[in-house]
C-alpha cells in the first residue's frame, strides 16, 4: 500500500517538505502550506506517509465453534 503508484499528492508526504506540524508542512518551492495541498512539484516519499491502521479484529462475535474443522 506505500509504494501503489496512484497515490493522491499531498504535500504531507512530499519529497520537498518538512511537516511544521500535523497541519502545515513547509515546501521548498511554495514556503508555508497546509498539509493537504499539493501542485506540479510533488515527489512522493513513501517514508513521510503513515499508512491507515488495521481494523480490529471483534472477538465478541466468535465462538469456539468457529475455530473448528
Same mark, same amino acid.
Given at each position: 500500500?506505500?509504494?501503489? &503508484?496512484? $497515490?493522491?499528492?499531498?504535500?504531507?508526504? +512530499?519529497?520537498?517538505?518538512?511537516?511544521?506540524?500535523?497541519?502545515? #508542512?513547509?515546501?521548498?518551492? &511554495?514556503? $508555508?502550506?497546509?498539509?493537504?495541498?499539493? +501542485?506540479?512539484?510533488?515527489?512522493?516519499?513513501?517514508?513521510?506517509? #503513515?499508512?491507515?491502521?488495521?481494523?480490529?479484529?471483534?472477538?465478541?462475535?466468535?465462538?469456539?465453534?468457529?475455530?473448528?474443522?
Amino acid at each position: 500500500m506505500l509504494f501503489r &503508484r496512484d $497515490i493522491e499528492p499531498r504535500c504531507a508526504y +512530499c519529497a520537498k517538505g518538512n511537516a511544521l506540524n500535523d497541519r502545515e #508542512v513547509i515546501c521548498v518551492k &511554495r514556503g $508555508i502550506v497546509a498539509a493537504e495541498d499539493s +501542485c506540479r512539484a510533488f515527489r512522493y516519499d513513501p517514508m513521510k506517509r #503513515v499508512p491507515p491502521r488495521p481494523v480490529k479484529l471483534n472477538t465478541k462475535k466468535l465462538d469456539p465453534e468457529d475455530f473448528k474443522i
